[in-house]
T-cell receptor, first 114, second 116 residues
Framework: AQTVTQSQPEMSVQEAETVTLSCTYD???????LFWYKQPPSRQMILVIR??????QNATENRFSVNFQKAAKSFSLKISDSQLGDTAMYFC???????????FGAGTTVTVRA | NAGVMQNPRHLVRRRGQEARLRCSPM?????VYWYRQLPEEGLKFMVY????????ESGMPKERFSAEFPKEGPSILRIQQVVRGDSAAYFC??????????????FGEGSRLTVL
C-alpha cells in the first residue's frame, strides 16, 4: 500500500510572500502520478497541479510549482505571491499509473494573512 | 460541460435512519468513485463503479454501506442504520475511460452527512 505523509498540519504566510508545503510518499513502484489538491472552506476538492513520475521536469501552474525529487520520494508545493484566496487545506495525493485509487495525505492548512 | 454533481450537499439523519447520497458524473465519464473524508483527515477511497458494475469496493465498510451505478440515473451511496461515526463528507469523483487514464479524477462538491 502507498502512504503519503504531510508533516506540516498548519502554515501561515503573509500576502504576496511564498510558502512551501512538504509531502513525502512511499512506494516501490516506478510509474505513478502525484497531485496537489486544494480544499477551500467551501470544501470542494480542486486540482491544483499534477506531476507524472516519468517526467523529470517539475510541473508549474501559474503561481503554483512543485519540486519533485523522485529518488527522495518528495513532492513539495510552492505557492508564490500568495493571495487571500489561497487560504485552504492542501492535500498531497498519489496514484499508481495503472490504478484508479488516490491515496491522500492528512493535509496542510494554509492561512494567508492580509 | 457540467461538472460532477452531488446531492444533497448537506444531510442530517438520526441514528438508525438511512442516508442516500447521489452522484451524477461529468458528461462522457463512465467511471465513478466514492471517497469519504472524516473530520481533520484526508479522503479515503471507498468504492469504484462503472455502469451496472462494482469494480472495487475494498474501501467500503462490510456492513450497512452499499453503492450502485445503474444503467440510467446517478450513482447512489447508501448507508443503512447510520451511526454517529458515519458523520463525514462523502465525495464523488468521475473519470473517462481508463484507456484514456491520465490519473486525474474530477471531484464533486461533496455531501456532508451529520448523524445526530
Amino acid at each position: 500500500a502507498q502512504t503519503v505523509t504531510q508533516s506540516q498540519p498548519e502554515m501561515s504566510v503573509q500576502e504576496a510572500e511564498t510558502v512551501t508545503l512538504s509531502c513525502t510518499y512511499d512506494t516501490s513502484e516506478n510509474n505513478y502520478y502525484l497531485f496537489w489538491y486544494k480544499q477551500p472552506p467551501s470544501r470542494q476538492m480542486i486540482l491544483v497541479i499534477r506531476q507524472e513520475a516519468y517526467k523529470q521536469q517539475n510541473a508549474t501552474e501559474n503561481r503554483f510549482s512543485v519540486n519533485f525529487q523522485k529518488a527522495a520520494k518528495s513532492f513539495s508545493l510552492k505557492i508564490s505571491d500568495s493571495q487571500l484566496g489561497d487560504t485552504a487545506m492542501y492535500f498531497c495525493a498519489f496514484m499508481l499509473s495503472n490504478d484508479y485509487k488516490l491515496s491522500f495525505g492528512a493535509g496542510t492548512t494554509v492561512t494567508v494573512r492580509a | 460541460n457540467a461538472g460532477v454533481m452531488q446531492n444533497p450537499r448537506h444531510l442530517v439523519r438520526r441514528r438508525g435512519q438511512e442516508a442516500r447520497l447521489r452522484c451524477s458524473p461529468m458528461k462522457g465519464h463512465s467511471h465513478v468513485y466514492w471517497y469519504r473524508q472524516l473530520p481533520e483527515e484526508g479522503l479515503k477511497f471507498m468504492v469504484y463503479l462503472q455502469k451496472e458494475n462494482i469494480i472495487d469496493e475494498s474501501g467500503m465498510p462490510k456492513e450497512r454501506f452499499s453503492a450502485e451505478f445503474p444503467k440510467e440515473g446517478p450513482s447512489i451511496l447508501r448507508i443503512q442504520q447510520v451511526v454517529r461515526g458515519d458523520s463525514a463528507a462523502y465525495f464523488c469523483a468521475s473519470s473517462p475511460r481508463t484507456d484514456l487514464n491520465t490519473g486525474e479524477l474530477f471531484f464533486g462538491e461533496g455531501s456532508r452527512l451529520t448523524v445526530l
